[in-house]
Structure formats: structure tokens, C-alpha cells
């Protein structure tokens, strides 16, 4: 039975929200809420907080899991037609000095109105590795607003000695350590980029989890 080994404390009544103005990828953060005194673990691109991670320790070494993310977004005032990608990174860096490698970006859907309707969207990435090949290997697909399905496509990148830095200290002291029993193996983040800067856009994601 497929079960979440990791996954974002986030749902349909508690999303994780990011809008405003800009044309650069908006990164959706972590909710972990207040009983562990940190409300919002938002990633960035000069910090990884709040990544969702891969477990290491052999956990996943050779097995094929998927990473689902699901959500919706609108457009602002202004932005008709405004493109909107979703893109889901790898980041083999650490969290203080990322290292982001784009692994899936979704088609740029060319939203239909301005006025304030929502569309939903989800992605499902299909990830397979091993520490003998040290590659990373799998396919996606997207969907926007019950449209058609971008076809599948093999990852944008195979994350090629992927062995992050937070392992590199280890390889000195224990030369055999395979890039699978690392923990975690890499982390992943997820964003939206919206083609048009206006102050109205804004976006949700309802669900961020790896599934094996």
C-alpha cells in the first residue's frame, strides 16, 4: 500500500500561498504551524528551508516513488493572458548554500482571464535512482484547469553525481558511501512562475508529498 514517507503540513483548508508582483519563481513553503514554534518554512533561492526531503539510508535506493503536488493559482488584474509554469527543483546543495537543478517544469499554460477565477493545477513526478549508477531517472506529467495533460516527459535533469555537499565531508571518511544512503539523498522544492507582474496574482498549493 503507497504510503507518504515525507510530505508538506499543508492541505485544502490550511495551503501554502504565494502571489505578488515579479516574474521570477515563487517558491512555495513548508507550514509546519506553531506547536513546533515555526509557522512558515519558506525556501528561497539563496535558502533551502523548508524543503521537502528524500530519505537517504537506503530507503529509496532502486525503488521508484512519486512526487505529487497539487494546487490552484489566479491570475491578477492586468495579467490576461498571462503564462503560468510550474517547475519542481532538486536541491543537492545544503540548506544555507542551495543548489537548485530543475527535474520538472510544467508546459507555460496561458491563463484565460483576468478577473479573479482560479485554476487548478497538479503535477506527478515519477523519480528512480541508485548509488551504483549515481543517476537519477523518471518522467511527469502536469495538468491545468481540466485541460489537456502535458505528455510525459523524461526528467529535465538526471541529477548525474548527485551525491549532494552535505555528504562530501562523508566520502573522505567512508569512500564506499553511495549517494542513497546519504540522509537525506537531496531535497526538493517547488514553485510558480507567473509570465505577467501584476499585484493580484497569487497561487496555492494544497498538497506537496513524496510516495512510495
Known amino acids: 500500500m503507497s504510503q507518504a514517507l515525507t510530505?508538506?503540513?499543508?492541505?485544502?483548508s490550511n495551503p501554502s500561498t504565494v502571489g505578488g508582483t515579479g516574474t521570477a519563481i515563487k517558491y512555495f513553503g513548508n507550514l509546519p504551524g506553531p506547536s513546533i514554534a515555526v509557522n512558515n518554512l519558506t525556501p528561497s533561492a539563496t535558502n533551502a528551508k523548508g524543503q521537502l526531503l528524500v530519505p537517504g539510508s537506503n530507503r529509496l535506493n532502486g525503488q521508484s516513488f512519486h512526487v505529487l503536488s497539487s494546487g490552484n493559482f489566479e491570475v491578477g488584474a492586468g495579467g490576461a493572458s498571462s503564462t503560468v509554469t510550474i517547475t519542481m527543483q532538486a536541491n543537492t546543495g545544503t540548506v544555507a548554500t542551495p543548489?537548485?537543478?530543475t527535474i520538472a517544469?510544467?508546459?507555460a499554460y496561458a491563463a484565460e482571464v483576468s478577473d479573479g477565477?482560479?485554476?487548478?493545477?497538479?503535477?506527478?513526478?515519477?523519480?528512480?535512482?541508485?548509488?551504483?549508477?549515481?543517476?537519477?531517472?523518471g518522467s511527469y506529467t502536469s495538468q491545468f484547469d481540466n485541460a489537456a495533460v502535458t505528455s510525459t516527459t523524461t526528467l529535465n535533469s538526471s541529477l548525474?553525481?548527485?551525491?549532494?555537499?552535505i555528504g562530501n565531508s562523508y566520502q573522505g571518511l567512508y569512500p564506499a558511501l553511495t549517494a542513497f544512503q546519504v540522509e537525506p539523498v537531496f531535497g526538493l522544492v517547488i514553485g510558480i512562475t507567473f509570465g505577467t507582474s501584476v499585484p493580484g496574482n497569487s497561487a496555492n498549493l494544497f498538497n506537496f508529498a513524496l510516495i512510495n
Open 160 to 165: 548525474a553525481g548527485l551525491l549532494p555537499s
Open 7 to 12: 510530505q508538506y503540513s499543508i492541505n485544502g
Open 99 to 101: 543548489v537548485y537543478t
Open 117 to 137: 477565477v482560479f485554476y487548478p493545477f497538479n503535477m506527478d513526478v515519477l523519480i528512480q535512482g541508485d548509488g551504483q549508477s549515481n543517476l537519477i531517472q
Open 105 to 107: 517544469a510544467s508546459n
